[in-house]
């Protein structure tokens, strides 16, 4: 190599770590269209290139931080579905047909792999053929392939995914919802969905609300999603919330009797705890119930004076349950994003400003420490300096889901409720009822409304709508393109 070449290469090198660590401006970030960018050009087509595998028809599970497969081939259902998930959003933001062609086939394949015929619910993993290796029915499983569903279901109004999101959804009502012991969904059922384990847990209890029950909601109008929701939220206030030190705990038995995990002081989940008062204050906006609303603040001040969103900006990962508590010393990618969504939130809820500066702190910290500009999408973990310890891209828990919501609801909250800027989103939809109307507002703002609504396929014809209702015309998979409004606007 020259010495020439050598320079070259060197500064090459120097400019790539320096775009990949680069904050950007504070009236960036801000920007809703910032984040429609993102979710567009540094997430999504990163999994378009690297992650399909060509042998099981759908997504890879492992993959390390170069893009490449490692470990287990089984297929988990609920994270095949939190990438439907994402490339349903992809498509709502940007109207882009490769998006909605992938998100289709992912709808697909769930439903002719995944569902099992003879019992119902969604089998908990497959292997790369597509039979089942796993045959129980875990909670888990069972929401976040809902969760996919649902955003689909939101672009398209196809009926066929509906009636599988609502057999789902029934199914955990009926079968795992425990009507004699005080309420809550059990943890694991067997194939029949006769219970397996019977013991509660967070994950089990709030991830119907924060996966799909909301989306649901927005998109009928069905009052029984809301009464899911508070029935979940009024569990999780009186059998999860300790009553000594307010914090939402994990797991429990049967009973609710608190089933404890750790030998020290570190087993409190922030995460789950953000993800809880975040749903309070979500169900308060679209209810006014200030029960809820003032839980969720409440849960909300205890993280925060804490200490786990430290001087460096990163929403740690744990925190002692007992006081004084102590931070943990690392945190997850899905941590720092729901930080960031609920400082939105908060400053809806309240509107003081500190809590636009604490988003403006963890997503710059997001955009310096997880985002990937290099490789795509974003890291898995970091230490409390923000410094990486897992680049690793893909695994049973890590999807695109958790950054292509974080891109969706930072680009509506900021233009809805900050910057009162228009929010534009398409849709698709399959094969509409004339007079049927389309919910088109994707978060809990009631005094959103509809400004405009084109659709390329009619020309010139006029589609109808009024406050959030588009009135649809009986067109077959009509494309629409819809703005949207927010701040009383």
Sequence with gaps: MTRKSFFCATCLLLLISSCNNKKPAKDEILSGEYWKTQA????????????????????????DSLWKPFGSTDIYPSMISRHLFS?????????????LEIAGKTAAWLIEKAWDREQGGWYDALDEEGNPVELTKTTFVQVYVITGLAMYYFVTRDSVILSYIERSNDLLEKRAWDMDGGGGYFNIMNRDWSILDSNKS??????????????????????????QTFKILDVVSKRMVDTEYGWVLEDFDSKWNYLSSRNDDSEINTGHNIETAWMMLRYWFLTSDEGNKNAGLKIADKILRSGVFNENNVWLATAGRTEPSMPGSDTYWWIQAYGNMISLCLYKATGDAKYIDYFIRGARLWDSAFVDRKHGDTFFRIDSAGNVLDRTKAGRFKSSYHNMEHCLLNYLYLNLWVNCEPVVLHFMVSSPVAGEKLYPVPVEDMGARIVKVTSPDRGDSSVEFSGQAVFLPADANLRL?????????
């Design 40 to 63: 567009m050009r540094d997430i999504i087509p990163a999994w378009t290139r690297y992650s399909q595998n060509e042998r099981s028809g759908t997504f890879h599970t492992n993959l």
């Design 87 to 99: 490339y349903s959003a992809a498509y709502l933001l940007s109207g882009r047909e490769e998006d």
């Design 202 to 227: 967070f994950s089990s209890q709030v991830t119907p609300v924060s996966g799909y029950l909301f989306y649901l909601y927005l998109a009928t109008r069905d009052q029984k999603y809301l009464d």
């Design 481 to 489: 393109e819809v703005e949207l409004r927010g701040c009383g606007k």
